[in-house]
């Protein structure tokens, strides 16, 4: 810890009486020209070096200034979180008549609370076709409706509110008689600080950054700071694992993290289809598909395919059991994972140093089937030890970041140290879901996948 100036000066004075005990330290020349302005500049300077130690030892929230930071942060590209918008999927817009035209509600038409205190705006656009109004009837409440989802205009959770506050329809939009929201507004989240940055930036100067990518890993990380956890990138020259044809430079870039939504998909049918192409992807599931407002039967099928899979240019479709029929309105409600629909959309869809084509993905789950015996101390609740064992398997199996290998005894001689009451413990299974040849082995982790544990397989045995 830095001195003070009366500790620098005692310190001086005591130095000086051991050389000569009749120096006069408290007037004349030495007092004057070296005990009055010395200890001042040394405090300044042991100041200043302590400072630049503290610094040194990464502990920036004790010292760092905000100029500093930011300067810091800039330096390593790194941008502060815009927060999050307060979101619906459930907006209704509704006409007491029956359109003659088209009702169109675009995006930007702006809704809110009756004293206008909090906004929201249509964030996509929804059409009641006038030829087909009759699928949008709301026979309980006699009204013609189409739900739109919309966002808030500022970010924050001021703006998460519960269902029929957002009632004014404060842009008029023609033959639209009223507003209301069916379902609350959730997802507000406040800017980040700049002190919620100093982890990041920590994490740079001690280069546990996985930023093999330089800018476009960055890009991902400061695109949402809040649902990216790990970034992996996958080259052409990984021939095993890139496999998508392309005529420019291009990677794949898999994101782990999600920002799950859920939405209303309209197609009116040219007549004979029985695939209905799903547009936000890539889609987790589909909840239910509609036929001129009656539920039908249906099957998900899913893009796996390793050129074009888990990302936003899947073939993701709902497969129907018969054929539409001309002018037939299907609507199929179903989540998707926005933070790719976003990437993809507003970050890759930029032009790229050397024209790079980025795709952004989800990484691929390979499913671990672990089964160990343990021996419990005597004094040890079983049921206890049970469930440390089971929450640190979670956490050495399905980290928040991209492993490259998963070792049996590591994992073992990690639970033997760290879980209390434990005698002993002996993995009898760990191995992948498919393609292991051994019961216990060592788990390569390629670059495109994550390590989930297959809880119907997972088995530990606790005895005392």
Do not use: W
């Amino acid at each position: 810890m830095a001195r003070t100036d009366d500790e620098i000066r005692q310190s001086l004075i005591e130095s000086l009486q051991a050389i000569d005990p009749s120096v006069d330290t408290v007037k004349g020349p030495v007092y004057d020209f070296l005990l009055r302005p010395v200890p001042t500049e040394l405090q300044k300077t042991e100041a200043d070096a302590e400072r630049i130690a503290i610094l040194a030892t990464l502990q920036l929230d004790k010292v760092v200034t905000q100029e500093e930071a930011e300067a810091m942060a800039t330096s390593f590209s790194i941008r502060l979180g815009g927060g999050k918008a307060s979101k619906t999927k459930q907006q209704i817009f509704f006409t007491l008549t029956k359109p003659v035209n088209d009702l169109v509600i675009d995006r930007g038409v702006l809704v809110g609370t009756e004293d206008q205190k909090f906004t929201y705006f249509v964030s996509e656009r929804a059409t009641i076709p006038a030829n087909s109004a009759d699928n949008f009837y709301n026979p309980q409440t006699r009204r013609y409706e189409v739900a739109v989802k919309c966002e808030a205009t500022t970010v924050g959770p001021d703006f998460d509110l519960p269902p029929l506050r957002v009632r004014k329809l404060i842009t008029p939009v023609d033959s639209v008689d009223g507003t209301f929201n069916r379902t609350e507004y959730t997802g507000g989240e406040e800017a980040e600080e700049l002190s919620g940055s100093i982890d990041r930036i920590r994490a740079k100067f001690s280069g546990i950054d996985p930023e093999t990518g330089g800018g476009i890993i960055s890009d991902i990380r400061n695109f949402d700071a809040e649902s990216v956890r790990d970034v992996s990138l996958v080259y052409p020259k990984d021939r095993s694992l890139f496999k998508r044809f392309t005529n420019r430079p291009a990677l794949d870039a898999y994101v782990l993290g999600e920002s799950v939504e859920t939405i209303e998909q309209t197609y009116t049918s040219v007549g004979g289809e029985t695939q209905v192409a799903l547009e936000s992807l890539p889609v987790h599931q589909v909840n239910s598909v509609k036929v001129n407002g009656t539920t039908v039967t249906f099957s998900f099928i899913q893009d796996t395919s390793r050129e074009s899979g888990l990302s936003a240019r899947a073939t993701d479709y709902v497969l129907l059991t018969t054929p539409l029929v001309a002018a037939d309105v299907v609507v199929i409600n179903y989540d998707f994972n926005a933070l790719i629909k976003g990437l993809q959309d507003d970050l890759f869809s930029l032009e790229r140093p050397f024209d790079t084509d980025v795709l952004a993905r989800e990484p691929r789950e390979i499913g671990v089937v672990i089964e160990l015996d343990a021996t419990a101390v005597a004094s040890f609740d079983t049921a206890r030890v049970f469930d440390d064992i089971q929450t640190k398997l979670f956490e050495i199996v399905e980290p928040d970041f991209f492993l490259d290998i998963l070792q049996p005894e590591v994992v073992r001689q990690t639970l033997r140290d760290e879980i209390g009451g434990l005698s002993s413990i002996l993995i009898t299974k760990f191995k992948r879901v498919s393609g292991s040849s051994l019961d216990v082995e060592t788990i390569d982790i390629q670059k495109n996948e994550i390590s989930v544990i297959d809880q119907s397989r997972l088995k530990i045995n606790i005895r005392r």
